[in-house]
C-alpha cells in the first residue's frame, strides 16, 4: 500500500520498496500524515480535485484529533527519515565503492610500478610483464564494471529518493494551500 502513496512511473520499484519499508518501520502512532495520505489516496479514487480531497481528508482526520500543526510535522517528521536515509545510503555507497574499486585501484598502481621495474630487465622477464600489463587491463574493465554499476545505483535511487521527496513537498505545499 505505502508503495501506492508514493510511487511514479519512473520511481526504480527496489529503491522505492526500500524507502517505504523505512516509512513503514517507523509509522508513527495514531492518524498522522502516512494516514491522511492514504485518505487523500483512496478520495482521489472518486476523481475529486486535489483541494476537495484535502479538505475532506482532514476534516475526518481533524475528528480523530489531527490539527494541522501535527500534519505537518509528522509529515516533516517522515522526510527527515527519507533524507537520512538518502545519507546512509551514500556512506555505503561510499564505503562499498572504496572496498571494490579501491582494492583495484592499488592492484593496477602495483601492478604499473612491477611493469616498470621488469622493463628494465632482461629478455627473460619479458614473459612476466606480458602477465602483469594483461592483469591491469582485466582489472581496468572490472573497475569500470563495478563503477558504472555503483554510479547507476546511485542513480537508481537519487532519482527514486527525489521523486519522494518532491511528493512530500507537494503535499506540504497543499497542506499549505488547502488547509
Known amino acids: 500500500m505505502m508503495k501506492n502513496l508514493f ?6 520499484s527496489k529503491s522505492l520498496e ?4 523505512v516509512i513503514e518501520k517507523n509509522n508513527l502512532p495514531g492518524f498522522d500524515y502516512l494516514e491522511f495520505k ?4 483512496n478520495l482521489s479514487k472518486f476523481h475529486l480535485d486535489e483541494a476537495l480531497a484535502f479538505r475532506s481528508a482532514f476534516a475526518t482526520a481533524s475528528t480523530l484529533g489531527l490539527t494541522k500543526e501535527k500534519l505537518l510535522e509528522t509529515v516533516q517528521y517522515y522526510r527527515k527519515l527519507i533524507v537520512n536515509e538518502k545519507l546512509q545510503f551514500e556512506a555505503a555507497s561510499q564505503k562499498q565503492q572504496d572496498q571494490r574499486v579501491g582494492g583495484k585501484l592499488k592492484q593496477v598502481s602495483e ?3 612491477q ?3 621488469n622493463e628494465l ?3 627473460q622477464l619479458q614473459a612476466e610483464i606480458d602477465q602483469a600489463k594483461s592483469a591491469t587491463n582485466h582489472a581496468d574493465f572490472e573497475i569500470e564494471q563495478e563503477v558504472q554499476k555503483i554510479n547507476e545505483t546511485k542513480h537508481r535511487f537519487s532519482s527514486t529518493h527525489a521523486i519522494v ?4 513537498d507537494k503535499d506540504i ?3 499549505g494551500k488547502y488547509l
Open 173 to 175: 505545499e497543499s497542506i
Open 111 to 113: 601492478l604499473k610500478a
Open 115 to 117: 611493469i616498470a621495474a
Open 38 to 41: 492514504g485518505a487523500i489516496d
Open 165 to 168: 521527496l518532491r511528493q512530500m
Open 7 to 12: 510511487g511514479s512511473p519512473e520511481a526504480d
Open 121 to 123: 630487465k632482461i629478455k
Open 18 to 21: 526500500f524507502l517505504t519499508k
